[in-house]
């Protein structure tokens, strides 16, 4: 698409908008304005008739006349001959009927179907005065309602519907006249402004064209403008004049730099795939440490599909790699982007970690939040699969932090960039543990210690995993919580400390106000049910509060 096409596209709607808005806007003030000119003059006047009744009235009754009917029958003429004088129309009508819609009163001739005196009578009972819309001798009709209870009469000072709205309508149909005549203007102008703008940089692109068609350097393009334009093409005519100096001299050496540049991106396109960009970055700037291996302080992240394999079943394998792929894409992407590197994949799991080959001094922090993150994204992506009749993923994530041994581990047909070590089997026993505590995520002590004054974090358990002596604290975290959760998790924090401790009595009061506001909640169940258990048969001395795991 041109530059002057875009140009009106983006700038036409603006305009068109602008003056639609005004225009609109205008009409519809000028359209109530007009008419709550005409409905105050039409109250005027019922206010001046009502006056002029009571008036009327006012002096039979002083003069002890308002039981005489030859009388109030003078009064009621009165009445109608000022109301003879309220009229300033042909169409215009005042008349009076009682409670049965009978005309007791009327400043011209005229008809009543029974079904007008029918919606007549209903709009009587409705006893509702002021402003009126009805029908009258077959014509619709607007207007003022009043009811005067000396003579018990309903008074109708009203107007033909289309009298009077006709100068209203009139106005709007100028005013729409004029806002189709303004969007035709500014569509010209517009056309003209966009001619102006891009036609000195049609006959640039043109000049430029002609340069890379003919290979002349020696080209130059016309200045027309002193401004922007302008600048642009006699720069270019001043970069053409020195790339014509420097091309000979230039031209073998850029040729071997691109395609060298090329080779190296195939190469790292290739190895990307399999080992990870900072990884390709440090081989090519250090290729002598390749080999070395390193003790560093790392974050280790495990993420599994639960019953992966019972999902696994219903699959062809196709649709299985396709839907696979997929969830791999999502969290590798949220890894990746929060300084994650990928371990490898085994089967539906990942192993990630974060700190090498480049340290960071928020690893922890960033692994933690990449968890939360890929656990928020799972919940968009299972409203898909459930939009598509799948089964929804379930994924359990353990999370660990402290010294492994990284770097490039095999032979020299192959190699990993991975790490090995003790915190990395306490990293994978920790995502093993999410299944059986039902929690999303579980960090170790040592990460809950770098994040619990950025993440809100909440006792889990102390357990002692398979291939372990000592016992583990371990935590969930969550950046999602309600201020009622908030609350909940503190009662639990402080119930569970409280419980360490063997103060049961007190620790069950925490754990009942947690419970009150997290019902079903899992973990708040479990130490509920520990702590009512110890207060009647109390634990052996050296109890410390450790959970024995039997498997992973």
């Known amino acids: ?5 875009r140009l009106i596209l983006i700038v036409l709607p603006l305009l068109v908008a602008a003056v639609l808005i005004a225009g609109i ?12 000119l005409a409905m105050s003059s039409l109250g005027f006047k019922a206010e001046e008739l009502e006056k002029y009744m009571t008036n009327q009235w006012k002096l039979l009754v002083d003069n002890e006349f308002s039981d005489k009917p030859e009388y109030v029958e003078v009064a009621k003429s009165a009445v109608l001959s000022y109301a003879f004088t309220l009229i300033r129309s042909d169409t215009e009508l005042i008349f009076a009927v009682d409670a049965d819609a009978s005309v007791m009163m009327k400043t011209s001739d005229f008809d009543i179907s029974t079904e007008e005196k029918a919606a007549l009578q209903k709009l009587l009972k409705a006893d509702k005065p002021g402003w009126v819309s009805f ?5 619709d009709r607007v207007g003022q309602l009043f009811y005067f209870k000396a003579f018990k009469w309903f008074v109708f000072l009203s107007e033909d519907s289309d009298n009077f709205y006709r100068e209203i309508t009139e106005m709007l149909r100028q005013n729409y006249i004029i806002l189709g005549v303004s969007i035709l203007v500014s569509f010209i102008l517009l056309l003209i402004l966009a001619s102006y703008i891009t036609g000195p940089l049609t006959r640039v692109s043109a000049a430029m064209q002609g340069i890379i068609r003919d290979n002349d350097l020696s080209r130059q393009v016309v200045v027309e403008y002193r401004d922007e334009i302008g600048h642009l093409a006699n720069t270019f005519n001043i970069m053409i004049a020195e790339l014509e100096r420097a091309y000979q001299q230039i ?15 195939k190469i790292r396109n290739i190895f990307q795939k399999y080992v990870p960009k900072d990884v390709i970055d440090s081989v090519f700037a250090n290729p002598e440490q390749m080999l070395v291996g390193q003790n560093r302080v790392l974050s280790i992240l495990f993420s599994d599909i639960r019953s992966f394999t019972t999902i696994s079943e219903g699959y062809s394998p196709d649709q299985l790699v396709l839907d696979l792929n997929k969830y791999f894409e999502k969290m590798v992407d949220i890894i990746i982007s929060r300084g994650g590197v990928i371990d490898k994949y085994i089967g539906d799991a990942i192993m990630a970690f974060f700190g090498a080959p480049v340290k960071h001094t928020d690893d922890a922090y960033q692994s933690v939040m990449a ?17 598509e009749n799948k089964p929804e993923f379930k994924t359990g994530i353990g999370i660990n932090y402290g010294v492994v041994t990284v770097g490039n581990i095999g032979s020299e047909k192959k190699m990993d960039y991975t790490i090995i070590g003790d915190m990395v089997n306490l990293g994978s026993r920790l995502e093993g543990l999410t299944k059986q505590y039902q929690q999303e995520v579980i960090i170790s002590e040592s990460v809950y210690r770098k994040v619990r004054a950025k993440i809100p974090c909440r006792m889990v358990d102390k357990v002692q995993v398979k ?14 919580l309600t201020e009622a959760e908030k609350k909940g998790w503190s009662y639990h924090n402080a119930g569970a400390k409280l419980f360490y401790n063997r103060d049961f009595l007190r620790a069950a009061k925490y754990f009942i106000a947690a419970k009150k506001i997290m019902q079903d909640d899992y973990l708040v169940n479990v130490f509920l049910e520990r702590t009512e258990r110890y207060i009647k048969t109390p634990p052996p001395e050296d109890w410390n ?5 039997k498997s992973k």
Do not use: C, D, H
Not at 25 to 36: E, K, L, P, Q, V
Not at 135 to 139: F, H, M, R
Not at 371 to 387: D, G, I, P, W, Y
């Open 1 to 5: 698409m041109k530059i002057r096409a």
């Open 25 to 36: 806007f205008s009409s519809f003030s000028a359209r109530g304005g007009m008419t709550r």
């Open 135 to 139: 029908a009258l001798n077959g014509t």
């Open 251 to 265: 031209k073998e050496f850029a040729f071997k730099a691109v395609l060298a540049e090329r080779n190296e991106r």
């Open 371 to 387: 968890a939360l993150e890929m656990q928020e994204t799972l919940s968009v992506l299972n409203k898909e699969r459930k939009e």
């Open 467 to 480: 291939g372990k002596t000592l016992g583990e604290s371990i935590y969930t975290a969550s950046v999602r």
């Open 545 to 549: 509060g450790v959970e024995i795991m």
